[in-house]
Protein backbone atom coordinates (compact mmCIF):
# COMPACT_ATOMS: atom_id res chain seq x y z
CA UNK A 1 0.00 0.00 0.00
CA UNK A 2 1.54 3.15 -1.22
CA UNK A 3 -1.25 5.09 0.85
CA UNK A 4 -2.49 4.48 4.40
CA UNK A 5 -6.35 4.87 4.67
CA UNK A 6 -8.29 5.94 6.53
CA UNK A 7 -10.87 3.62 7.90
CA UNK A 8 -14.13 3.42 9.92
CA UNK A 9 -14.95 0.18 11.25
CA UNK A 10 -18.75 -0.11 12.23
CA UNK A 11 -19.29 -3.49 14.12
CA UNK A 12 -23.18 -4.55 14.45
CA UNK A 13 -23.27 -6.29 18.31
CA UNK A 14 -26.74 -8.11 19.36
CA UNK A 15 -26.08 -10.42 23.23
CA UNK A 16 -22.66 -10.82 21.53
CA UNK A 17 -20.99 -11.83 24.51
CA UNK A 18 -19.50 -14.75 23.57
CA UNK A 19 -18.25 -13.12 20.38
CA UNK A 20 -17.22 -9.55 21.11
CA UNK A 21 -13.99 -9.77 22.54
CA UNK A 22 -11.81 -11.83 20.14
CA UNK A 23 -13.67 -9.49 17.49
CA UNK A 24 -12.70 -6.29 18.76
CA UNK A 25 -9.15 -7.50 19.88
CA UNK A 26 -9.05 -9.40 16.13
CA UNK A 27 -10.06 -6.19 14.52
CA UNK A 28 -7.62 -3.43 16.48
CA UNK A 29 -4.78 -5.58 15.77
CA UNK A 30 -5.68 -5.96 12.02
CA UNK A 31 -6.44 -1.46 12.01
CA UNK A 32 -2.65 -1.21 13.89
CA UNK A 33 -0.63 1.69 11.41
CA UNK A 34 -4.22 2.93 10.01
CA UNK A 35 -5.83 6.28 10.95
CA UNK A 36 -9.08 4.93 12.11
CA UNK A 37 -12.31 4.65 14.32
CA UNK A 38 -13.93 1.64 15.69
CA UNK A 39 -17.88 1.99 15.56
CA UNK A 40 -19.85 -0.22 18.17
CA UNK A 41 -24.14 -0.34 16.92
CA UNK A 42 -25.74 -2.04 19.58
CA UNK A 43 -29.14 -3.25 19.27
CA UNK A 44 -29.82 -3.42 22.89
CA UNK A 45 -27.76 -6.43 24.69
CA UNK A 46 -29.00 -7.73 27.84
CA UNK A 47 -25.58 -10.23 28.36
CA UNK A 48 -23.23 -8.11 29.40
CA UNK A 49 -21.98 -7.10 26.16
CA UNK A 50 -22.20 -3.52 26.47
CA UNK A 51 -20.65 -3.42 30.30
CA UNK A 52 -17.79 -5.83 28.46
CA UNK A 53 -16.86 -3.04 25.91
CA UNK A 54 -16.99 -0.13 28.22
CA UNK A 55 -15.01 -1.59 30.73
CA UNK A 56 -12.16 -3.01 28.72
CA UNK A 57 -12.31 -0.90 25.31
CA UNK A 58 -13.82 2.20 26.49
CA UNK A 59 -12.14 4.31 23.22
CA UNK A 60 -14.70 2.89 21.49
CA UNK A 61 -17.33 4.88 20.01
CA UNK A 62 -20.45 2.70 21.55
CA UNK A 63 -24.23 3.83 19.66
CA UNK A 64 -26.58 2.19 22.79
CA UNK A 65 -29.99 1.55 20.61
CA UNK A 66 -32.95 1.01 23.00
CA UNK A 67 -34.89 -1.72 21.09
CA UNK A 68 -33.40 -4.00 18.70
CA UNK A 69 -33.61 -1.74 15.46
CA UNK A 70 -32.57 -4.67 12.93
CA UNK A 71 -29.22 -4.92 11.27
CA UNK A 72 -30.21 -2.54 8.58
CA UNK A 73 -30.85 0.45 10.47
CA UNK A 74 -28.01 -0.09 12.82
CA UNK A 75 -25.72 -0.56 9.76
CA UNK A 76 -27.01 2.93 8.92
CA UNK A 77 -26.71 4.07 12.34
CA UNK A 78 -22.62 3.36 11.70
CA UNK A 79 -22.85 5.00 8.20
CA UNK A 80 -23.94 7.90 9.77
CA UNK A 81 -21.51 8.37 12.47
CA UNK A 82 -18.43 7.60 10.83
CA UNK A 83 -15.83 10.03 10.03
CA UNK A 84 -13.74 8.21 6.92
CA UNK A 85 -14.18 7.94 3.66
CA UNK A 86 -13.43 4.06 3.72
CA UNK A 87 -16.46 2.06 5.81
CA UNK A 88 -15.35 -1.50 6.81
CA UNK A 89 -18.88 -3.09 8.04
CA UNK A 90 -18.59 -6.39 10.31
CA UNK A 91 -20.67 -8.69 12.31
CA UNK A 92 -19.46 -9.17 15.78
CA UNK A 93 -19.42 -13.03 15.16
CA UNK A 94 -15.37 -12.91 13.18
CA UNK A 95 -12.27 -13.12 13.90
CA UNK A 96 -9.57 -11.53 11.56
CA UNK A 97 -6.81 -12.95 10.41
CA UNK A 98 -3.74 -10.29 10.43
CA UNK A 99 -3.08 -8.87 6.95
CA UNK A 100 -6.90 -9.18 5.83
CA UNK A 101 -7.59 -5.46 5.61
CA UNK A 102 -4.08 -4.43 3.60
CA UNK A 103 -5.57 -7.71 1.18
CA UNK A 104 -9.32 -6.03 1.10
CA UNK A 105 -7.61 -2.44 0.38
CA UNK A 106 -5.00 -3.36 -2.45
CA UNK A 107 -7.87 -5.59 -4.08
CA UNK A 108 -10.16 -2.09 -3.77
CA UNK A 109 -7.23 -0.25 -5.42
CA UNK A 110 -7.23 -2.25 -8.56
CA UNK A 111 -11.08 -1.68 -9.38
CA UNK A 112 -12.43 1.16 -11.16
CA UNK A 113 -15.21 1.66 -9.66
CA UNK A 114 -15.43 -0.21 -6.51
CA UNK A 115 -18.11 -1.42 -4.48
CA UNK A 116 -18.15 -3.90 -2.10
CA UNK A 117 -15.24 -5.82 -1.52
CA UNK A 118 -15.68 -8.90 0.73
CA UNK A 119 -12.94 -11.33 1.92
CA UNK A 120 -12.81 -14.92 1.95
CA UNK A 121 -14.71 -16.33 5.08
CA UNK A 122 -13.22 -19.89 7.03
CA UNK A 123 -14.75 -21.08 9.74
CA UNK A 124 -13.95 -21.03 13.50
CA UNK A 125 -12.46 -24.81 12.75
CA UNK A 126 -10.75 -22.90 9.53
CA UNK A 127 -13.28 -25.26 7.31
CA UNK A 128 -13.67 -22.61 3.77
CA UNK A 129 -17.14 -20.72 3.78
CA UNK A 130 -18.86 -20.67 0.22
CA UNK A 131 -20.51 -17.28 0.67
CA UNK A 132 -20.69 -15.51 -2.31
CA UNK A 133 -23.65 -15.07 -4.34
CA UNK A 134 -25.29 -14.16 -7.48
CA UNK A 135 -28.25 -12.08 -7.40
CA UNK A 136 -31.18 -14.72 -6.84
CA UNK A 137 -34.03 -14.93 -9.55
CA UNK A 138 -37.33 -17.14 -10.24
CA UNK A 139 -34.87 -20.30 -11.59
CA UNK A 140 -32.52 -20.30 -8.41
CA UNK A 141 -35.71 -20.10 -6.22
CA UNK A 142 -37.45 -23.16 -7.68
CA UNK A 143 -33.88 -25.22 -8.00
CA UNK A 144 -33.11 -24.08 -3.95
CA UNK A 145 -37.14 -24.87 -3.05
CA UNK A 146 -36.91 -28.53 -5.05
CA UNK A 147 -33.72 -29.46 -4.10
CA UNK A 148 -32.31 -29.50 -7.16
CA UNK A 149 -29.64 -27.75 -6.26
CA UNK A 150 -28.35 -30.07 -3.22
CA UNK A 151 -28.54 -32.54 -5.95
CA UNK A 152 -26.13 -31.03 -7.89
CA UNK A 153 -24.07 -28.68 -5.75
CA UNK A 154 -21.72 -27.73 -8.28
CA UNK A 155 -23.48 -26.65 -11.33
CA UNK A 156 -24.18 -23.56 -12.49
CA UNK A 157 -27.16 -23.98 -13.81
CA UNK A 158 -29.00 -25.79 -10.86
CA UNK A 159 -26.91 -24.22 -7.72
CA UNK A 160 -26.04 -20.96 -10.08
CA UNK A 161 -27.47 -18.80 -6.79
CA UNK A 162 -25.03 -19.97 -4.09
CA UNK A 163 -22.13 -20.52 -6.45
CA UNK A 164 -21.49 -23.63 -6.14
CA UNK A 165 -19.55 -23.65 -9.65
CA UNK A 166 -17.24 -21.03 -7.96
CA UNK A 167 -14.69 -22.96 -5.23
CA UNK A 168 -13.96 -19.15 -3.86
CA UNK A 169 -10.60 -19.76 -3.58
CA UNK A 170 -9.23 -16.92 -6.29
CA UNK A 171 -9.99 -13.68 -6.14
CA UNK A 172 -12.66 -12.53 -8.67
CA UNK A 173 -15.97 -10.13 -9.39
CA UNK A 174 -18.87 -11.25 -7.74
CA UNK A 175 -22.29 -10.20 -7.54
CA UNK A 176 -22.79 -10.82 -4.24
CA UNK A 177 -20.01 -10.83 -1.48
CA UNK A 178 -21.03 -12.40 2.11
CA UNK A 179 -22.51 -9.35 4.22
CA UNK A 180 -20.56 -10.25 7.24
CA UNK A 181 -17.51 -7.91 6.36
CA UNK A 182 -17.77 -5.23 4.00
CA UNK A 183 -15.52 -3.26 2.92
CA UNK A 184 -17.03 -0.10 0.96
CA UNK A 185 -15.69 3.57 0.07
CA UNK A 186 -18.35 6.27 1.11
CA UNK A 187 -18.52 7.62 -2.54
CA UNK A 188 -20.58 4.41 -3.14
CA UNK A 189 -22.93 4.90 -0.40
CA UNK A 190 -23.15 8.71 -1.25
CA UNK A 191 -24.53 7.60 -4.74
CA UNK A 192 -27.19 4.75 -4.30
CA UNK A 193 -27.75 5.26 -0.69
CA UNK A 194 -27.69 3.91 2.26
CA UNK A 195 -28.88 -0.02 3.63
CA UNK A 196 -33.06 -0.90 3.25
CA UNK A 197 -34.38 -0.89 6.25
CA UNK A 198 -37.16 -2.40 5.01
CA UNK A 199 -35.28 -5.81 4.94
CA UNK A 200 -34.48 -5.71 8.61
CA UNK A 201 -31.97 -8.60 9.32
CA UNK A 202 -32.29 -10.33 5.87
CA UNK A 203 -31.63 -9.56 2.07
CA UNK A 204 -30.37 -5.97 3.06
CA UNK A 205 -26.82 -6.88 1.97
CA UNK A 206 -28.45 -8.23 -1.21
CA UNK A 207 -30.37 -5.39 -2.07
CA UNK A 208 -27.23 -2.79 -1.38
CA UNK A 209 -24.76 -5.10 -3.68
CA UNK A 210 -27.13 -5.04 -6.09
CA UNK A 211 -27.82 -1.07 -6.02
CA UNK A 212 -24.32 -0.73 -6.19
CA UNK A 213 -23.65 -3.20 -9.47
CA UNK A 214 -26.42 -1.70 -10.90
CA UNK A 215 -25.16 1.60 -10.80
CA UNK A 216 -21.39 0.65 -12.36
CA UNK A 217 -20.01 -0.16 -9.16
CA UNK A 218 -17.78 -3.10 -9.08
CA UNK A 219 -18.43 -5.73 -6.21
CA UNK A 220 -14.95 -8.15 -5.38
CA UNK A 221 -14.35 -11.27 -3.41
CA UNK A 222 -10.84 -10.89 -2.43
CA UNK A 223 -8.99 -14.52 -1.74
CA UNK A 224 -6.29 -12.91 -0.23
CA UNK A 225 -8.19 -11.51 2.88
CA UNK A 226 -9.20 -14.17 5.47
CA UNK A 227 -12.01 -13.72 8.38
CA UNK A 228 -12.44 -16.32 11.04
CA UNK A 229 -16.38 -16.66 10.53
CA UNK A 230 -18.77 -18.32 13.68
CA UNK A 231 -21.75 -17.64 11.11
CA UNK A 232 -25.68 -17.54 12.71
CA UNK A 233 -24.51 -17.43 16.38
CA UNK A 234 -27.96 -14.77 17.18
CA UNK A 235 -30.24 -16.90 14.44
CA UNK A 236 -29.35 -20.26 15.41
CA UNK A 237 -31.48 -19.04 18.95
CA UNK A 238 -34.78 -18.61 17.04
CA UNK A 239 -34.79 -20.61 13.90
CA UNK A 240 -38.47 -21.24 12.88
CA UNK A 241 -38.98 -17.27 13.76
CA UNK A 242 -35.62 -16.89 11.01
CA UNK A 243 -36.86 -19.12 8.72
CA UNK A 244 -40.33 -16.83 8.00
CA UNK A 245 -37.98 -13.84 8.44
CA UNK A 246 -35.82 -14.97 5.40
CA UNK A 247 -38.39 -15.96 3.37
CA UNK A 248 -40.41 -13.01 3.60
CA UNK A 249 -37.60 -10.42 3.07
CA UNK A 250 -36.84 -12.89 -0.37
CA UNK A 251 -40.25 -12.17 -1.45
CA UNK A 252 -39.57 -8.27 -0.53
CA UNK A 253 -36.08 -8.51 -2.68
CA UNK A 254 -38.13 -10.23 -5.68
CA UNK A 255 -41.27 -7.06 -5.54
CA UNK A 256 -38.84 -3.94 -4.87
CA UNK A 257 -36.38 -5.13 -7.95
CA UNK A 258 -39.96 -5.92 -10.38
CA UNK A 259 -41.42 -2.62 -9.26
CA UNK A 260 -37.65 -0.57 -10.44
CA UNK A 261 -37.64 -2.90 -13.37
CA UNK A 262 -38.00 -1.21 -16.82
CA UNK A 263 -39.98 -3.25 -19.14
CA UNK A 264 -43.17 -2.91 -21.07
CA UNK A 265 -46.63 -2.91 -18.90
CA UNK A 266 -47.50 -6.25 -20.26
CA UNK A 267 -44.07 -7.85 -19.35
CA UNK A 268 -44.23 -6.44 -15.74
CA UNK A 269 -47.88 -8.11 -15.23
CA UNK A 270 -46.90 -11.25 -15.97
CA UNK A 271 -43.75 -10.31 -13.37
CA UNK A 272 -45.47 -9.25 -10.75
CA UNK A 273 -47.83 -12.65 -10.81
CA UNK A 274 -44.55 -14.27 -10.69
CA UNK A 275 -43.31 -12.55 -7.92
CA UNK A 276 -46.57 -13.16 -6.37
CA UNK A 277 -46.28 -16.80 -6.96
CA UNK A 278 -42.89 -16.97 -5.77
CA UNK A 279 -43.89 -15.58 -2.26
CA UNK A 280 -46.59 -18.01 -1.92
CA UNK A 281 -43.88 -20.70 -2.56
CA UNK A 282 -42.22 -18.88 0.17
CA UNK A 283 -44.65 -19.14 2.70
CA UNK A 284 -45.57 -22.40 1.91
CA UNK A 285 -41.55 -23.52 2.61
CA UNK A 286 -41.26 -21.34 5.31
CA UNK A 287 -44.46 -23.13 6.93
CA UNK A 288 -43.06 -26.65 6.52
CA UNK A 289 -39.35 -25.72 7.48
CA UNK A 290 -40.67 -24.06 10.46
CA UNK A 291 -42.78 -26.96 11.79
CA UNK A 292 -39.89 -29.62 10.85
CA UNK A 293 -37.60 -27.59 13.51
CA UNK A 294 -40.23 -27.10 15.86
CA UNK A 295 -40.94 -30.79 15.95
CA UNK A 296 -37.41 -31.47 15.98
CA UNK A 297 -37.02 -29.48 19.16
CA UNK A 298 -38.93 -32.56 21.55
CA UNK A 299 -37.35 -34.90 19.84
Known amino acids: MTDRAHISAVIISYHGIDFIADCLNSLKADLEGYEHEIIVVDNHSTDGTL ?20 FAKAVNQGIDAARYKTLWLLNQDIRIRKGCLDALLNCMQKLERPGMVGPKLVGFDSRLQKFCR ?23 LFNGWKMGDFDHLESRPVQQPMGAAMLVPREAINVVGRMDESFGIFFNDVD ?8 GYENFYCAEAVIEHFGGGSISRQKPKMIWLSHLAMFRYFRKWERRRKAPFVVKVLRTSLAWLAGGMLVLAAG ?6 YLKSFI
Open 51 to 70: EYIEKHHPEIKLIKNASNAG
Open 134 to 156: RFPGYRHLFCELSGLSRLFPRSR
Open 208 to 215: FCRRLHEA
Open 288 to 293: LRSLYH
